[in-house]
Nanobody, 123 residues
Framework: QVQLVESGGGLVQAGGSLRLSCAASGRTFSMYAMGWFRQAPGKEREFVGAINRSGGSTSYADSVKGRFTISRDNAKNTVRLQMNSLKPEDTAVYYC????????????????WGQGTQVTVSS
């Protein structure tokens, strides 16, 4: 079992930045690839980005590529999502998720989820 807790959400103006963190506890954090997803009201949960177990490989949705950066610190059991140049369409609840072995852009393939943190970008 892995427990995930996100933090760092909030209200920011368009063009601003936020950094989300996801703290993991339970089984060995380095066993898990980590993903970030988001869900806006009335929309399906969508892939934002992911990072492999070592932190040496990342993948991003086209909508956030060049603006968002994922990193992890296995010693601190933490994964972060740095969000720059935020847009109103980035407004959503952001979730971190964990799955063993390799990362994926499919939310149904992740085994563990955090409770989510709200990000609101005003225009």
């Amino acid at each position: 079992q892995v427990q995930l807790v996100e933090s760092g959400g909030g209200l920011v103006q368009a063009g601003g930045s936020l950094r989300l963190s996801c703290a993991a506890s339970g089984r060995t954090f380095s066993m898990y690839a980590m993903g970030w997803f988001r869900q806006a009201p009335g929309k399906e949960r969508e892939f934002v980005g992911a990072i492999n177990r070592s932190g040496g490989s990342t993948s991003y949705a086209d909508s956030v590529k060049g603006r968002f950066t994922i990193s992890r610190d296995n010693a601190k059991n933490t994964v972060r999502l740095q969000m720059n140049s935020l847009k109103p369409e980035d407004t959503a609840v952001y979730y971190c998720a964990a799955r063993e072995l390799s990362y994926s852009d499919y939310p149904g393939s992740y085994d563990y989820w955090g409770q989510g943190t709200q990000v609101t970008v005003s225009s």
